[in-house]
């Protein structure tokens, strides 16, 4: 990640020039990695591949993405932490959130687990 | 199913990859389980919000669109054949009913979200392998 957040950036600079300076220079090389880990998510996607595994523990539930390299898991590691986010500023991401996996495996949707229609899917 | 949101997996899904596909999938579930039960309001919105994520994909689905809004608006659709994928990419001449259609469709959608995140990343999806893929979900259907 760079040394200046991509917000910072874009707050100054505040013309349609220095704008497209920030979004083809510095911050394609910022969100490359986050970029590339979707990709594989949305090709495996269709291509009819699980993307997630959920699991059911005693005391929670647990979700899995399927398929990400040590490069992937350390990007989500680095970019998707919640405290480090809420520690910048990004308040708003809740403690819990109601996920509907069903939604991110449309090889596998089911009419019981999401609202699309089972059949639609092989 | 309700996940805390200090695992970066679970923070992935909520954030990024959920969304992006509840909008891919979004005609699925106005043509799906969504179908006679939202007010037209409502519905004419939620079109618009579909529409408006192919026509920024670059997508012409203009037809597809029309052709899907204007089916049995009560419950799943499944009669009105017709639709053709054609509609989607005028090299693909079959004709499929509108399921499929709106298979094609998301598939489609998905298809080009890869390109554009492929740009520089080097995966492989050329022209050649997007036309099987999109055959091959027909054929699958």
Known sequence: MSETAYGR???EGWTPEQFLLVENGRASNE?????????????????????????????DQQLKLLGLNPSDEEMLASCFRRDALQAQGAWWIADAETLKPAFSEPARTDSRRASVPCKLWR | MRVELDDPHHLFVSVLLQPLFQKLL????????????????TRRKMWHEAKQ??????????????????GPG????????????????PGLAVAVDDLSALKVLSY??????????????????????????LRSCIVAH
């Open chain 1, 9 to 11: 950036l874009l707050a």
């Open chain 1, 31 to 59: 969100f490359d990695p986050v970029d590339r880990a979707l990709a594989k998510l949305v090709q495996r996607a269709l291509r009819g591949g699980r993307l997630v595994e959920t699991k059911q523990t005693r005391t």
């Open chain 2, 26 to 41: 979004l005609p699925l579930e106005l043509r799906g389980a969504a179908a006679g039960k939202k007010d037209r309001d």
């Open chain 2, 53 to 70: 994520l192919y026509d920024d994909l670059g997508l012409e689905v203009h037809r597809a669109f029309t052709t899907l809004r204007s």
């Open chain 2, 74 to 89: 009560g419950r799943c659709c499944k009669a009105s054949r017709g639709v053709q994928a054609a509609v989607l990419d």
């Open chain 2, 108 to 133: 489609t959608g998905m298809l080009t979200i890869a390109m554009i995140i492929d740009r520089g990343h080097g995966l492989d999806l050329d022209h050649a392998s997007s036309r099987r893929l």
